[in-house]
């Protein structure tokens, strides 16, 4: 998807005011694949109005569902599923299609696939999502790149443990427990809060579901799961991207619509940098940061509840000006330092080595051409861009727009400069 917009960023503009944040993407995806497992029209609110969402709700019209948007209220109609097959060009443009495998196998009994190719991130694998669903009953046969996943006998409970707490796949065998024969016992799941979002809403579908967003999740089959109405959680890696720009300009800024217990995991870090961080009821922090931020020593991304991947490329843009020296282990993808040489564009002093990265603060950072290889390494770009003295030019808008609502109307309110052409 190729995208020729900039975005032109003047940097040096101390960030204040308030935004609202938007839907989790990673909860709306796997919501809108559980709307496949419900007979009948299913809205989910707050949902954000991403491309990655829309590429979703075209996976679904191929299903056979009908899907209306407005806003960002979504509605799909699931009422007749026609087709089992996900498109060979959707799959590619969002390895993420992958969790519509549960839905559409425990709905239909069958489902067809192109490999997921590799991402920017790396190999990204699906063999975890395969094994576990072969234990409930899936066979897979896999010729010129497709896979087509049948259930000849139905679907069937089972003891699984994964090897890896891996998101994807907990919500893949979340999604063909929930009406498979008898109860799927999930240790080692993933603990996300995105699981227990898509649990709560199977649950209001009428699923049986124990321990979602613990270790052990239990699922007991049932019949049938009929339509439901929820509300997508808020974005913590859009509310911490956004934190992370406010902190490097030695702003202030108020998040509205956002979930604080979701975000520990990083908070603490802006904390022992010297941001000041306050969180009131009702969805609303705080954040200020009046002088150059102290480096942490080191940062080890983790799974759930530890410091989440997602969001290491925005602090690693965010210690590039923080004194001292900081070290970055990257423990969940393989290849997640592709923003590095574009940081170090802008001026940052960064060396990498396999899945270690180590951030040298400097006084400034200086604006030029700098390109986004992927969603969350785009984001970093913009972070470092607002602090950097002059005009910086981003391009790759396509990556950052599968995960951030207009960033550029969001920044502009709390007074960067920035613009989209
Ligand atoms: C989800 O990806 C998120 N995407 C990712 O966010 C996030 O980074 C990731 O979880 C970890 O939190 C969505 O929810 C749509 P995993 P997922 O399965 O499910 C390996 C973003 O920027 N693995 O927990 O793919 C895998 O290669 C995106 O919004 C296997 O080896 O993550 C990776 O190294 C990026 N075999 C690690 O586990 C498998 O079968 C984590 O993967 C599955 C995964």
Known sequence: MENRQRLIINGGRRLEGEIAVHGA?????????????AHGESIIHNCPQLTDVDAALRILSKLGCRCK?????VTVDAANVTSPEIPDTLMREMRSSIVFLGSVLGRTGRCRLSFPGGCELGARPIDLHLSAL???????????GYLDCTAPAGLHGAKITLSFPSVGATENILLAAVTARGVTEIHNAAREPEIADLADFL?????????????????????RLSPCEHSVIPDRIVAGTYLCAAAITRGELILTRCEPSHMNGFVTVLESMGARVYTYGGGKMYLSCKKRLVAPKT????PYPGFPT?????F??????????????????????????ELVRLGASIKTEGRVCVVEGVQRLSGAKV??????????????????????EITGLGFIDRGYESPEKALRSVGADIRRV
């Open 25 to 37: 993407k990673n909860s709306a995806l796997p919501l809108l694949s559980a709307a496949v497992l």
């Open 69 to 73: 948007k407005s806003e960002d209220t």
């Open 134 to 144: 072969e234990l409930m009953g899936m066979e897979v046969s896999e010729q010129h």
């Open 203 to 223: 649950t209001k579908c009428g699923a049986k579901i124990r321990g979602a967003g613990e270790s052990v999740i239990a699922v007991e089959g049932v019949e």
């Open 299 to 302: 940062v080890r991304t983790m």
């Open 310 to 314: 997602d969001i290491q490329a925005p």
């Open 316 to 341: 690693t843009a965010l210690c590039c000006t923080a004194e001292g020296t900081s070290v970055f282990v990257e423990n969940i993808f393989e290849n997640r330092f592709r923003h590095i040489p």
């Open 371 to 392: 390109r986004a290889a992927e969603l969350r390494g785009g984001a970093a770009l913009i972070v470092a861009a607002l602090a950097a003295d002059g005009v910086s």
